[in-house]
């Protein structure tokens, strides 16, 4: 009686290509202009809370796309789950 060994291994190209390039700008909407402290910034200082604001927006962009891909993982597992439960 020979046992068989099943490796579980992911294709090799699962990633998928970025929804956005880094070369794209992203549309991100002016921030605190209705924001009264804002008035009180000097140049320097806004160019350095645009650059700020900026990387925010990139973060936020780079977090849902994780969020996503773990939300697909799960959805995956439970599927699997449930089909090893005989629940369809």
Same mark, same amino acid.
């Given at each position: 009686? /020979? #046992?068989? !060994?099943?490796?579980?291994? $992911?294709?090799? =190209? !699962?990633?998928?290509?970025?929804?956005?390039?880094?070369?794209?700008?992203?549309? $991100?909407?002016? +921030?605190? &202009?209705a924001?009264?402290? %804002?008035? +009180? =910034? @000097? /140049? &320097?200082?806004?160019?350095?809370? $645009?650059? &700020?604001? #900026?990387r925010?927006?990139?973060?936020?962009? =780079? &977090?849902?796309? %994780?969020?996503?891909?773990?939300?697909?993982? #799960?959805?995956?597992?439970?599927?699997? #789950?449930?089909?090893?439960?005989?629940? @369809?």
């Amino acid at each position: 009686m /020979q #046992m068989e !060994v099943v490796k579980c291994t $992911a294709p090799t =190209a !699962v990633q998928t290509q970025r929804k956005t390039s880094c070369n794209e700008p992203i549309r $991100a909407e002016p +921030f605190g &202009l209705a924001a009264a402290w %804002l008035h +009180f =910034a @000097n /140049q &320097l200082e806004v160019r350095r809370l $645009a650059k &700020l604001h #900026m990387r925010i927006e990139r973060k936020k962009v =780079a &977090l849902s796309e %994780l969020i996503g891909q773990r939300q697909t993982i #799960m959805n995956r597992c439970i599927k699997r #789950m449930r089909r090893a439960r005989g629940r @369809n």
